[in-house]
């Protein structure tokens, strides 16, 4: 296909509106044409001289341009001749003195065009000493002018700009330098430190474009340049740093520019909407999630790359152009590392010849509490001799014993691994992980890439044996004090998700890298055996916890039995909370804690006991019903009124619940005045960190469906669900309810609306609303086949469904009603939602309290796909 190298078409004749759009539109088509086969920054040079000549025209045209003492000016990135499909472009309308009524109507009209052409412009009208004055005050303006460029106008009146701002006085190296680390720093903090988000700001973000430019705007302010590239005359940049950069910079700005095209607008942030699209414009194919993930990946790696240079430019720029430490002495470690202030730096330039030396500067960061971070030298030599590596560190033995010794040390969780991880040594160690670097999944649930969830798993694991942190996991705290050897902790770690991106089961895979390393590493066998053991049983307890009634002896057996020891218990339960805390800020509350440290502690009780001699039902039952009995005796009620009560209440109750909870049903229950009207309790005190509610009713056709209505009705989320019937035809319903932010229930008045709803729905008062809810933007983006699975139960009269789907609103709700609807009655429920995702379980029968045969399973499924398919929008 043959395509020409620029837009060809001249400036309209005319200057109408119409004109101007037809040719901004003819444009952007060869924009998007030219896309697949030029260079990124010939087109974004090529729509800035493109808006250029626009301009020029239109000044003209308003009879600006007889005005001598006016100048158009192009500032910020327009300024460096540089624009995106949709970017700003931001001018500088510079005057000898302020406009009269009639200049201020022409600019004004000239402005307006540009408005009405839908062009993002950002403007003002200023005399020189106004632009000083503001630009003195503002780091943004003065920013934005250092790289300004005549468009049209008086030459005299910019080049007086010009000179006016190049003086110290206005901003001198050191003070502008300050400001825009301060203003860095501030951005980061914005995007919690890292790039690592769901929908990443291709600017905004640490690893970002800005953070390219603040590189250069630095530098280029204390050597008075233009261009990046002539930094390197400067010895500011290597030329190889300052070909990454540009690599960097060019990718950054391919997804900027796809990202434009496909949003319509001046959008930075890569939403879900886009990312499909982006990927395809962007040559990684059109199979959706995949194509999504490869260009994802691609995208962490770049930030990654730049963070490190932006890390060691600036370091370099403060201490040795402006040379800040020079206060400070050089304190010699050992032959080959020295401290200069807080940070470590190599002797010589041949330090890392030996590439021990690699790990044992690393384990001097754990070591030295003193050290804060690499001195910019050595990370230079840091990335010299990365890329120089044959084969991996870890085949030297002197770098295995190191190695050990850092994950040994009691500070190597520290600063150290978080250094080893953000310049590449953990990828030159171990093989595994370099896969994994920048390796993202397309779903809302897993915020971070691989290897950045890995390394926050690290940092959760390491705060157990920090002081300041006992009060926040304080079991964890205990195991770990008692632990012998935290290193295995810390290995499975590394080692959990480590296969993931590979294809196959990554518990499986990464349990056999596990082995392979501690074959390689010299562990003893049953130290091998414990850490693959653990990599491969990662998810055992959070799926066990999340997914099974916990409160089943049969289940804790079951776990138990898998399990085998407290050893492996302890190990398990810590990696456990550390894995799920570092998979989504979002997701990890009160309960999911509270529901893996009833698991452990059962489990805990049943390997103590033996697992030959299992806890029995029965014992269960009489333990529960004693202590409950003590209470309510302290509470002033007779034995015999309370074995009247319990004796309408089936045995499988006193085995589901606490005996707290036994009290507290039974002293309202016993007070009860009207047995007719329904009881509702809503526990004020949060309950395993979420608040529970407890329904006492008559029972009657559908009322889970009205309970769940009611809940839905109030905005709470439902986590879990307990569904009994009495002896003489009570319902006996608990349900356990969040926010929608995680947070149990507290507001009084929020308590209150939650009761009288549940009692409106039960009443049959309440109005229920089972129709398919539009989905958020985000969940438009993703597609969750429904998936409906009946599975045995251990009661013949039971049968036991999972069911998968997209975590629409009002999806319990809307369950509810087609069990209705099937005539199927529900005996518990357990709600699970990752991400996007909802994966719940029911425990259902028929309504003559039997397990479902094939015709009434295959009638039920077809139903609840139905039900469960999103509904595409017109």
Known sequence: MNMALAFNKSLPASCSLDSYKKHFADFNDWLKVAFEHQTIASLVKARARFVDDALCALWQHFGLSKHKHYALIAVGGYGRGELHPCSDIDLLLLTESRPNAQQQEQISQFITLLWDLRLEVGHSVRTVKETVSLGKDDITIAT?????RLLTGSKELFAELQQQISKDSFWS???????????????????????????????????????????????KKHFNTRTMRELVAYQYLTEDEYQELMECEAYLWQMRFALHVESGRNENRILFDYQPAVAQRLGFGDDGKASVERMMKRFFQTVQRVTELNDML??????????????????????????????????????????????????????????????????????????????????????????????????????????MHRHGILAAYLPA??????????????????????????????????????????LCTEIVK??????????????????????????????????????????????????????????????????RDIHDPAVIAEFAEKVRDETRLNYLYCLTLADIRATNDNLWNDWKGSLL?????????????????????????????????????????????????????????????????????????????????????????????????????????????????????????????????????????????????????????????????????IQGK???????????????????????????????????????????????????????????????????????????????????DQALDAEQQARLRQVLVEQLTPQTED
Not at 491 to 501: E, M, S
């Open 597 to 761: 440290r009833e698991l452990f502690l059962g489990t805990q009780k049943a390997l103590r006991r033996g697992l030959e001699k299992p806890i029995d039902l029965r014992d269960l039952i009489r333990e529960n019903q004693a202590e409950a009995m003590k209470l309510l005796q302290k509470q002033g009620f007779t034995e015999h009124e309370v074995l009247n009560q319990w004796s309408r209440v089936k045995a499988d109750y006193f085995a589901r619940y606490s005996p707290k909870q036994i009290v507290w049903h039974s002293e309202h229950i016993l007070r009860h005045k009207d047995p007719k009207e329904p009881l509702v309790l809503v526990d004020k005190t949060p309950y395993r960190g979420s608040t529970q509610v407890f329904v006492y009713t008559p029972d009657q056709e559908g009322l889970f469906a009205r309970l769940v209505a009611a809940l839905d009705s109030k905005k709470v989320t439902i986590y879990d669900a307990q569904i009994m019937t009495s002896k003489d035809g009570y319902a006996m319903d608990t349900f356990v309810v969040l926010e929608q932010n995680g947070e149990p229930v507290t507001s009084p008045s929020r308590l209150q609306s939650l009761k009288r709803a549940l009692e409106t729905f």
């Open 173 to 219: 190296s050191q003070k502008f330098f300050q400001a825009k680390r301060d203003e860095q720093q501030q951005r980061h903090a914005q995007y919690h430190g890292t790039a690592y988000n769901l929908e990443p700001n291709l600017k905004a973000n640490p690893g970002g474009l800005r953070d390219i430019q603040t590189i250069g705007w630095v530098a």
């Open 766 to 848: 309440g109005t229920t609303s089972h129709g398919k809810q539009r989905l958020s933007r985000q969940m438009r983006s993703f597609t969750v086949p429904p998936k409906v699975v009946f599975l045995p139960a251990q009661n013949k009269h039971r049968t036991m469904l999972e069911i998968t789907a997209l975590d629409m609103p009002g999806l319990l709700a809307n369950l509810s009603a087609v069990f209705q609807q099937c005539e199927v009655s529900i005996h518990a429920a357990k709600i699970t939602t990752i991400g996007e995702k909802a994966e719940d379980f029911f425990m259902i029968s028929t309504r003559q």
């Open 144 to 148: 934005n002018l250092m790289e300004m």
């Open 433 to 474: 992980w370099r896969n994994i670097v920048g390796q993202m999944q397309f779903d809302l649930f897993h915020a971070y890439t691989v290897d950045e969830h890995t390394h926050r798993v690290l940092k959760n694991l390491y705060r157990y044996s920090q002081a300041g942190f006992e009060n926040e996991f304080p």
């Open 482 to 547: 008692r632990m012998e050897k935290p290193e295995l902790l810390y290995l499975a770690g590394i080692f959990h998700d480590i296969a993931k991106g590979r294809g196959g089961d990554h518990s499986e895979l990464g349990s056999l890298d596990a082995r392979e390393f501690g074959k390689l590493h010299k562990l003893s066998d049953f130290d091998s055996k414990l850490l693959a053991w653990l990599v491969e049983s990662h998810l055992l307890m959070s799926v066990t916890a999340q997914r």
């Open 314 to 419: 600036l370091q370099h720029f403060e201490v040795s152009i402006l040379n800040s430490h020079a206060k400070f002495k050089q304190l010699k470690l050992d032959d080959y590392f020295e401290l200069v202030g807080p940070l470590i730096r190599a002797t010589d330039n041949a330090v890392f010849a030996r590439r021990e030396n690699i790990l044992r500067l690393f384990w001097h960061i754990a070591n030295n509490s003193n050290i804060t971070g690499i001195h910019s030298d050595t990370i230079r030599l840091l990335r010299l001799v990365r890329r120089r590596l044959m084969g991996d560190l870890q085949d030297y033995e002197a770098c295995r014993q190191l190695f050990l010794t850092i994950m040994r040390h009691p500070r190597g969780m520290d600063r150290a691994i978080t250094l």
